[in-house]
């Protein structure tokens, strides 16, 4: 029973959607309609790539990458701006749960090892918010955006177009805030010497390849299925074992939930009727309550207008602590790290976030309304 406590506590939101696909599945029972529910070509895709970033982090790949780009800077804010565009690139090529989770280590290394510790909070909201608007501008950056991307065929050139927008706004109000509330103070990074192997790097950078052409439908996606798990079982059987599982499920037990609620009369009517009125306030808000992933995968049975909804349930990822994974793998990471400023990170990731996501939904709603 303890086990069972502490892995749904692990992963809350996990254990939610299971909890939903439970209760919905009393108000409509299992039938032969269940199989239509579940995108097998989103659960590959995520599956390959979370595999291939898994075994490229065993070889340090990320971290030195990271640390060659922090080592060219002398000071605090440029240093904080590195670790921030680092993890925002890093959101838009390996989806932002595994770009935090990559990147967020390197940031305490170097504010740890240089003394600059004060600037842990501000530096770990600031990478968190860069991760989950950052993966916005690509289908594979965020986990709903690969469910959106692949449920409604949207072409790669209009994906891109869709979020350019929001994406350099992002951009720039992140830049903003690290220029305005980090001081230039001198800085100095210990090096580590950290060789890759070179034979397994270029083995899964090829595999991080075919991972992106199956994003990209430019190869069927159950050829990744067999290949990517076949060389990785010989190669790096470990990488199989770290893959975000529980994130898999997730979108099964979302799959399961969303597609029940679709059956339900007064739930499709009501949902139907506020998705009229404004797909992207709606969805928006709804990221707030239930996260963007199970968000984007319930919304998306009532709506075609994947234009609004792809926006909103990006930006709905900046909010509260539970509007996306993302942030609860910031907030458990820096919990690990600082134990007893917990309440002063809640306040401080409130503000920000909040800041974030007013300033981008008006920005859009008022896009949506003159253009």
Request: neutral net charge.
């Amino acid at each position: 029973m303890h086990y069972i406590l502490s892995f749904a506590k692990k992963n809350v939101v996990m254990t939610v959607a299971f909890v939903a696909a439970a209760v919905t599945s009393f108000i409509v029972p299992p039938d032969k309609e269940y199989g239509s529910y579940f995108d097998f070509k989103t659960l590959t895709c995520l599956f390959c790539v979370l595999a291939v970033v898994c075994a490229l982090k065993n070889i340090n790949f990320f971290y030195v990458l990271a640390e060659k780009i922090v080592q060219l800077f002398k000071d605090t804010r440029t240093c904080v701006l590195a670790l921030v565009y680092i993890t925002f690139i890093g959101s838009m090529l390996i989806a932002n749960d595994m770009a935090l989770l990559t990147f967020l280590p390197l940031g305490y290394f170097v504010l740890s090892t240089t003394g600059m510790e004060k600037y842990m909070a501000f530096t770990f909201i600031m990478q968190n918010i860069a991760a989950n608007l950052g993966g916005m501008l690509t289908p594979f950056g965020n986990p709903q955006n690969l469910y959106l991307y692949t449920k409604f065929n949207i072409p790669n050139l209009d994906f891109m177009g869709i979020m350019l927008e929001p994406f350099v706004i992002s951009i720039m109000l992140i830049t903003i805030c690290c220029v305005i509330f980090v001081k230039r103070e001198p800085l100095f990074i210990q090096d580590e010497e950290i060789h890759l192997p070179k034979g397994r790097t270029t083995l899964y950078l090829s595999l991080f390849a075919l991972s992106i052409a199956i994003v990209f439908r430019g190869i069927p996606y159950w050829i990744g299925l067999i290949i990517i798990p076949a060389v990785l079982v010989f190669v790096d059987r470990k990488a199989l074992e770290m893959v975000d599982y529980p994130l898999l499920f997730t979108f099964v037990f979302f799959f399961i939930f969303s597609g029940n609620m679709a059956r339900i009369d007064v739930v499709r009517e009501l949902l139907s009727s506020l998705l009229e009125k404004s797909t992207l306030l709606f969805s928006v808000i709804s990221c707030q309550f239930i996260s963007n992933v199970p968000s984007a995968i319930l919304l998306s049975q009532f709506t075609s207008d994947y234009s609004e909804l792809l926006i909103g349930v990006n930006i709905g990822g900046v909010g509260t602590l539970i509007s996306s994974l993302a942030s609860l793998i910031t907030f458990s990471e820096y919990r690990k790290h600082n134990p007893n400023k917990t309440k002063y990170y809640v306040k401080t990731f409130s503000a920000f976030n909040f800041g974030f996501l007013f300033i981008l939904t008006g920005i859009m709603l008022l896009s949506e309304m003159f253009f």
